[in-house]
C-alpha cells in the first residue's frame, strides 16, 4: 500500500514558481478569498492533482509533499484504499444526523479496538467536527466531571484557535483578535529539553513540571484557582515538534490521578500512526481520561471527536455539546478503512524503521552544520531546530524561512514550526515511498549547506 502510490516524476521544476498557470488561479484566488490566509504565502503554486506523497501544480511542476495537509493526510494523497471507502459510502448516505449507520458504527467498533488500554471497551465516543471542536469539547467534558473551572495546559501548546479553546493555546496572538481572553486556563513549562527555562539536567525537566502541577493542584493560594483538567500533547506539535522526558506522561497521569483531575492528551497531530504508533501516548504507556482525535482520523474529510472514560457520561446532559456537521459518514468510512489499515499491515513498524533512519540522516547533516542545533522526534513526527549559533542557541527564524523557500525552488514541500518558527518539520505521508525520503534528505542538506 505504500509503494508507488507517488508520481514517479517528483521531484520536477519545469517553470519559474510560480509557473504562469498557477499564476492565473493565484491571482483569482486573491481578487475573492480573505488575506488572511498563511499558506499562500509559504507555498506559491495552484494545485492541479496530487498522489500519494507528490503533488503536481498547473503548470506540471511536482512536489514532493513532506507535510501532508499538516498530519492530514497520513496515508497520502489519494490513497486507494481511502477512496474505495469512501465511494462504497457515497453510494450508502452523505450525511445524517446521530442515526445510527453502518459507517458510523463500524467506525466506533474499530476505534474502540485501538484505544489504550484505559479506554477500550470502557470508554464512549463524542463526535464533534474538528480538531479545535475535539479540544474544546474536551476541556467542557473535564470541567463538568469536575465541578472546576481551571485548565492546566503548557507553554508551547496548539489545541486550535476556536471558542474558548484558543486560551488554552499558547501563542498570543491566536487571541489578540478572537474576542476571547485566556479565562480560567494556566500554563506550566513544558519539559523541552533543548530550550527549558530553569537550568536543570534534562532527567530532572519533567518532574520540575510535575511538581509544579501538584503544587497548583494542591495549595488554595497558588493563584489559578481549582484546577478542573489538565490538557497535553504526548508530543508537541506546532510548539516545535518537542518530545518530553520518558518519565514526563507517566507522571502527569500519577498526579492527576492522585487528585481527581481529568487528564486530556491532544492526540489530533500526534495520533492516527504519525509516531510509530497509532496513538502516540502508547510510547509511554499512559492512559488519558479524555482523548482529543482529529486530522488523520478523517483521511482528509474533515471530522473529529473525543474518547472519555464511560463513567464521564452517567450524567451527560442531551445536547451537550453540538454540531450539525458531527460523524459525517464519509468520513467515518474512510477513518474505519484507516485504522484497520494501520492495525494489519506493517506500515506503524516501517514508520519506526524509517523515522530513526531520518533522524540519523539529519543528526549526519547536523555535525556538518553550525545551523542545526537539536534532531528530536519519534515516528514520522521529526523537528531539525535551526539556530544562528549552537552555542548561544539563538533561534535562527531567518534561516529556516531561507530553508523552507530554498526547498520549495527546489521541489520539496516542508513547513515550519516552533516557539520561533525555526524548527522544520519532517512531516510526510507515512507511505511516502523510500526514494522520495532519500531525495528529499538530499534537497535538504543542500538547503542547509547553502545557508
Keep these: 500500500m505504500y509503494r508507488n502510490l507517488s508520481i514517479e516524476e517528483a521531484p520536477l521544476i519545469k517553470t519559474k514558481l510560480p509557473g504562469p498557470e498557477s499564476l492565473k488561479l493565484i491571482k483569482e484566488q486573491e481578487k475573492y478569498e480573505t488575506n488572511s490566509r498563511t499558506y499562500t504565502d509559504i507555498f506559491k503554486l495552484a494545485v492541479k492533482e496530487a498522489r500519494g506523497s507528490t503533488i503536481e501544480d498547473m503548470d506540471g511542476n511536482i512536489f514532493i509533499d513532506w507535510f501532508a495537509g499538516i498530519s492530514v493526510l497520513n496515508l497520502g494523497h489519494n490513497n486507494p484504499l481511502v477512496r474505495k471507502a469512501v465511494e462504497e459510502q457515497l453510494d450508502k448516505i452523505i450525511h445524517i444526523n446521530e442515526l445510527p449507520t453502518e459507517a458510523r458504527t463500524n467506525f466506533m467498533k474499530t476505534l474502540n479496538s485501538t484505544l489504550p488500554n484505559g479506554l477500550k471497551d470502557k470508554s464512549k465516543t463524542m463526535f464533534t467536527v474538528t480538531g479545535a471542536d475535539a479540544c474544546e469539547a474536551a476541556i467542557s467534558l473535564a470541567r463538568h466531571v469536575s465541578g472546576k473551572k481551571t485548565i492546566v495546559a503548557f507553554g508551547g501548546s496548539y489545541h486550535g484557535v476556536a471558542g474558548d479553546i ?33 537550568n536543570i539536567p534534562d532527567e530532572d525537566m519533567g518532574k520540575a513540571v510535575v511538581d509544579q502541577l501538584e503544587y497548583l493542584i494542591k495549595d488554595p493560594a497558588a493563584g489559578p484557582g481549582s484546577i478542573g483538567g489538565v490538557l497535553v500533547e504526548p508530543i508537541q506539535g506546532e510548539g516545535g515538534y518537542i518530545v518530553p522526558p520518558d518519565d514526563f506522561l507517566p507522571m502527569l497521569r500519577e498526579v492527576t490521578e492522585k487528585y481527581s483531575v481529568p487528564l486530556i492528551f491532544d492526540e489530533v497531530q500526534t495520533g492516527v500512526g504519525r509516531t510509530g504508533k497509532i496513538w502516540a501516548s502508547e510510547h509511554y504507556n499512559v492512559s488519558p481520561d479524555i482523548m482529543c482525535v482529529s486530522k488523520s482520523i478523517g483521511g482528509g474529510i474533515p471530522t473529529s471527536m473525543i474518547v472519555y472514560r464511560d463513567d464521564y457520561d452517567k450524567d451527560l446532559p442531551k445536547g451537550f455539546h453540538l454540531g450539525t456537521y458531527r460523524a459525517n459518514p464519509l468520513a467515518l468510512a474512510a477513518g474505519n478503512a484507516i485504522l484497520n489499515y494501520l492495525k494489519t499491515s506493517d506500515i506503524l513498524e516501517r514508520v519506526t524503521l524509517k523515522g530513526e533512519y531520518i533522524k540519523k540522516r539529519l543528526n549526519e547533516i547536523s555535525t556538518e552544520s553550525d545551523y542545526i542545533g537539536d534532531i528530536r522526534g519519534k515516528g514520522f513526527m521529526i523537528g531539525a531546530e535551526l539556530v544562528k549559533d549552537k552555542k548561544t542557541r539563538e533561534p535562527g527564524t531567518d534561516m529556516a524561512n531561507n530553508v523552507k523557500s530554498y526547498l520549495f525552488n527546489h521541489g520539496l514541500l516542508m513547513l515550519t514550526c516552533g516557539h520561533y518558527g525555526n524548527v522544520m518539520r519532517y512531516i510526510a505521508p507515512l507511505t511516502i515511498e523510500d526514494r522520495l525520503i532519500d531525495v528529499g534528505l538530499s534537497i535538504f542538506e543542500k538547503a542547509i549547506k547553502n545557508l
Design 166 to 198: 484558543v486560551g488554552a493555546t499558547s501563542n498570543h496572538h491566536y487571541r489578540d483578535y478572537a474576542g476571547i481572553s485566556p479565562t480560567n486556563i494556566y500554563h506550566l513549562p513544558f519539559p523541552y529539553p533543548y530550550r527549558f527555562p530553569i
